[in-house]
């Protein structure tokens, strides 16, 4: 769904025709005098001592590595110039300074501006100054946001701020070379996903969890909650054991490495029962990331009891799809919801190139799903289409709509593992034209067309599609776009 016309197809055919996201990264830096190349030792402008000034600042890279935030907090340093009668500690400038050969005996060149000259946080402002109200010093805050940068980006930079060869410095009218510096170095965090991978009942489970900016060696230990029935957790951080009971476990476990930095996450971990029949699953024909489409799922327990559930994802060709998203592990799917709830899921958005195919999910109870497609197009509002998860038949059909310059994009999926199958398009035409058609699908297989570029007889206008399957292992969705770039669903029968 990119433009109308020609390119407004690609989306539906990316959607149906076809990276993964990081982890959010933090990084700290602690700033002294002795930190500067070469070092300063702060005086008055009378030339007696003042206080050494110093700080901490910490950055937060975001998942799609599009933006940092920082907060950095500084001691005797003059943040208006009037907290101190003296001129020399009078903040005039502070910077992110950064190269490939940056050192603590190497100076770099200045790569982001947050106070005075250059003042780079402008896409848009983001800096927020909070000077003491008792005191030397100050609070200052941003954003390095993707376009910003002093003759440079955030993305040419990332390669030297992840190595360490970057620093954080703020310069006085004593010391405009700068008088206090920090190297802006990963912080301890647990980069393991918040929902683990699942597991299945009597089936042995292990799961390494993984840190960043940590000092080996860590120490792992359990901080709040339980961890599923049968599952332990060792001191270098492995879940193992063997689940003896299905349900959705929530936990906090921290890490302590060998400078005593800590870091603390809630997980979540699903163990499912030991078999979910996949022959009556719920199919959703179409799922789609990147060029700036999510596909997020809505999933109720319509049953009267606790109900289990998990997706699968296949692409074109019939292969598991590693679907990424954002609130746990790439292409896995699944959970424990107590009767009457609901959750939601939604893919990253930043596969590139754009991943599409189709899902199908299982579970123990009765369940409602929902495959919402989002599109995000600069400039104009946010367009979506909701479909909903359907058994797979064998006499299907689906309006479509090629006139005044709307298209009909449809997918097609084939619910069958072991077989492939064929399809008899039947076209009927709103004046009485009837056009024939025949696709195969492999095993699992999926595709996806533009019913005008696919078909030409279509073209200009409405009418409907009938789908005979060899084998009633299809699922069928179809989307309608119009000429200002946004789209609805339309249902099968």
Known sequence: MLRLHVCLMAPFVVLMSGASAY???????TLTNSGENPPTNPTLSTGGPRPASFGTATFTLNAARTSMTFSATVFNIDFTGSQTPDPNDNLVAAHIH???????????P???GFFGTPFNDNNPNDVVITPFPNGVGGTISGKWDAPEGNGTTLAEQLPNILAGHAYINFHTVQNRGGEIRGAIVMALGITSSATLPTGTLGVPYSQA????GATPPNTWAMMSGALPAGLSLSSAGVLSGTPTAAATSSFTIGVTDSTAASSSQTFSLTILPSSLDFTSAQRVAQVVDGGGFVTQFAIVNLDTSQVSFQFRFWDDSGNALSLPLTNGTSGDLAGTLAQGATVFARTSGNSAPLLQGWGEVASTGRIGVLAIFRLATPGKPDSEATVTGTQSGSNIFLPFD???GFVTGVAVSNANSTQSVSVTLIFTSDIGAQTNAV??????????FVVPAAYPATAGARGSIRFLPSSPDIAVVGLRFSPNNSFTSLGSF
């Open 209 to 212: 969890l993984t840190t960043s």
């Open 98 to 108: 950064a190269a490939p050969n940056v050192s603590p005996t190497v100076n770099g």
């Open 23 to 29: 982890a959010q990264t933090t990084f700290s830096a």
């Open 402 to 404: 090629n006139t005044q």
């Open 110 to 112: 200045v790569v982001w």
């Open 439 to 448: 696709i195969t699908l492999p095993a699992h297989g999926h595709t996806a």
